[in-house]
């Protein structure tokens, strides 16, 4: 055979290795955010369960409380119907903020109940939630850890051409919002 | 806070006093680091007694621990000097002459079969049919052996006979003549590489195909039944601030061999080697003590963390092989210091908290940079081993006078540094870590 032919299918070759392997790493980077937008929706859903548990509790306590029980509620209802997609994710993020933006004003607002606040059912959904939100925060480490990985692949040259074609896109990371940032601790309201 | 100092020695003063300093500033840490990698302890010399001396610390320490963690270990000290005075020492400095004829006699022996050895290899010039002159030389190693043996018997039957009381100080904490953590548990931790498993391992020559290891040391195995037991040292077992932790002195070991090239042969290369060809050297993966802590977080899976970014790291290579994944952290020096794998993404976060990584990291900055850290978390257990390649917690030593404080102290600031852990970490706290 031709040495310039053979030389010719060498560099299709390589050229064709190379393409193959950044698809693949593509593909891989984006099914990791997808496996870690399960993982949240598997840790929220703790949480939509325990929500109306501590709601009920609250619910017979805090009379002054209404308009931000039934908030809450309407709140997880919306989010609870949300699967975590790529579409979707943005409003998922967005929920789940006002969600804990009111648990936490919620926990706060639990002070004002001395009964409330001895009460043993709701210092252990208090616990409970604690442990719950620890998860929360993790998945959203580890989502925030897989975008940031997908997002580099997408915006940086070469794997940037090849993500285009795919029409694979950039994902929204996980930001705490303003309120949230000065997060709630639990454990603190019932030493 | 008090940074740990395992591995470290206290000097000076006869006092017994926690040691003190706090352990989040980092100015604190560097100095601590900078000056004394090995002595990572702030000694207050200057304090007339060992009470007030720790309380000043203590009002001033960052928040950290509460005030009854370091009233809790002030009455340690407190106790263990007391006993110690009051029902160690006396019968102690009545057996020091003993021991002195002892060390003599066991020093002299075999000083004096090395100088009649080099007596013998002179007449052995001389007269070389004279066999019987070479018998004091054959002697010489076994006499040498006997008194490393004779010392490590003399440790073991005091300790036997004294660590009990002096660990009265200590309530719901005891010493141990068995290993408080097995061979099998830790092994199951993974926490330790396995070279047999990574391709990559640093006991390989650089193609992979010189070295060969044996996990298992058959020598390591007979001298577990002896004084000479290089495996396992001293344990300890017991609860601290509701923490459940089991401490063993540890050494993780493998067998390597090197094949013994033949001229112009090419030879096959397969882990059952013809042994005739090779020569085998038994190597330490690991020396230095073993800390497990019960944990009140629950959870699943196995995380590991291993120390990198030097040249001799270990591989990680081998946790490939149990589907463990990389875990890549926020924590950017976090990630240059530790390499972290885990069968759970989600799981290892939830346990590697930052404040947890902040923490660790301090810790193992305080060790020094001989002495490694390694974590795992597995079974709803903490396991913390941390390289400090010397003998810890060392009592009793024959070539040592009995009265000599020095060695109490260091056995209780090792022991105290350990349990401090506790309070660093907040294993006792429910939530947060």
Redo the contacts between chains.
């Keep these: 055979m031709d040495k310039s032919l053979l030389l010719i299918v060498a560099v299709v070759a390589v050229c064709f290795l190379a393409l193959y392997s950044t698809y693949v790493s593509l593909i891989q980077k984006k099914n990791k955010v997808k496996e870690a937008m399960g993982g949240i929706d598997v840790q929220l859903k703790k949480r939509y369960d325990l929500i109306p548990n501590i709601l009920t509790i609250a619910n017979k306590f805090m009379e002054h409380e209404r308009g931000l029980i039934t908030d809450i509620t309407e709140l997880r209802s919306k989010a609870a119907g949300l699967k975590s997609d790529t579409d979707t994710i943005s409003q998922k993020i967005k929920l789940d903020n006002e969600i804990s933006t009111k648990m936490g004003q919620l926990m706060v607002n639990v002070e004002n109940y001395p009964q409330l606040k001895s009460d043993q059912t709701m210092i252990q959904a208090m616990q409970t939630y604690s442990e719950v939100e620890e998860h929360i925060a993790a998945a959203r480490r580890f989502y925030n850890s897989a975008v940031n990985e997908l997002n580099n692949a997408v915006e940086i040259f070469p794997s940037s051409i090849i993500a285009s074609a795919l029409a694979i896109k950039t994902c929204p990371y996980f930001e705490a919002e303003e309120a949230a940032r000065k997060a709630v601790n639990a454990s603190e309201f019932f030493k | 806070m008090t940074i740990p100092s395992i591995g470290g020695n206290t000097s000076g003063n006869d006092k017994f006093k926690p040691i003190s300093s706090s352990v989040n500033k980092p100015d604190e840490v560097n100095n601590i680091v900078n000056n004394s990698i090995q002595t990572p302890v702030q000694e207050q010399a200057e304090a007339p007694d060992p009470a007030p001396a720790v309380a000043p610390a203590a009002s001033s320490a960052s928040g950290n621990v509460s005030q009854n963690a370091e009233e809790s270990i002030l009455e340690l000290y407190k106790n263990f000097e007391s006993i110690l005075r009051k029902a160690v020492l006396p019968e102690l400095e009545q057996y020091e002459p003993k021991r002195k004829t002892i060390l003599f006699y066991l020093r002299a022996v075999p000083i004096g079969v090395f100088l009649l050895s080099l007596l013998s290899i002179l007449v052995f010039f001389v007269y070389p049919n004279a066999i019987l002159f070479s018998i004091p030389v054959i002697a010489l190693p076994f006499l040498i052996f006997a008194y490393k043996i004779s010392l490590k018997i003399h440790e073991k039957k005091f300790k036997k006979k004294y660590m009990p009381v002096l660990m009265k100080a200590m309530p719901n904490f005891n010493w141990l003549e068995l290993s408080a953590i097995s061979i099998p548990e830790i092994r199951s931790t993974r926490i330790f590489e396995n070279p047999t498993l990574s391709r990559n391992s640093r006991y390989r020559s650089d193609d992979g195909r010189i070295y060969y290891n044996r996990p298992i040391s058959l020598l390591s195995f007979a001298k577990s039944f002896t004084p000479l037991n290089d495996v396992f040292d001293d344990c300890f077992k017991g609860t601290y601030r509701g923490v459940d932790i089991a401490i063993s002195e540890y050494a993780e070991k493998c067998w390597v061999g090197r094949e013994v090239k033949t001229s112009g042969t090419q030879r096959s290369h397969s882990f059952h080697s013809d042994k005739k060809n090779m020569s085998w050297q038994e190597v330490n993966i690991f020396k230095g003590v073993v800390i497990r802590f019960s944990m009140n977080k629950k959870f699943e899976g196995y995380t590991v963390l291993r120390p990198k970014g030097y040249s001799s790291a270990p591989s990680c290579a081998d946790l490939k092989h149990y589907n463990m994944e990389e875990v890549?952290?926020?924590d950017v020096d976090f990630n240059k210091n530790f390499s972290v794998y885990s069968t759970d993404?989600?799981?290892?976060?939830?346990l590697l908290?930052t404040s947890f990584m902040d923490r660790l990291r301090t810790i193992s900055l305080s060790f020094g940079s001989k002495n490694r850290a390694y974590c795992s978390f597995y079974d709803d257990y903490f396991y913390l081993a941390i390289e400090t390649n010397k003998d810890l917690f060392k009592l009793f030593s024959l070539d040592k006078p009995m009265n000599d404080l020095e060695q109490y102290k260091n056995l209780l600031t090792e022991i105290t540094s350990i349990l401090q852990l506790v309070d660093l970490f907040k294993l006792d706290?429910?939530?947060?870590l």
């Design positions: 890549v952290l926020e993404q989600i799981e290892a976060r939830y908290t706290k429910k939530l947060g």
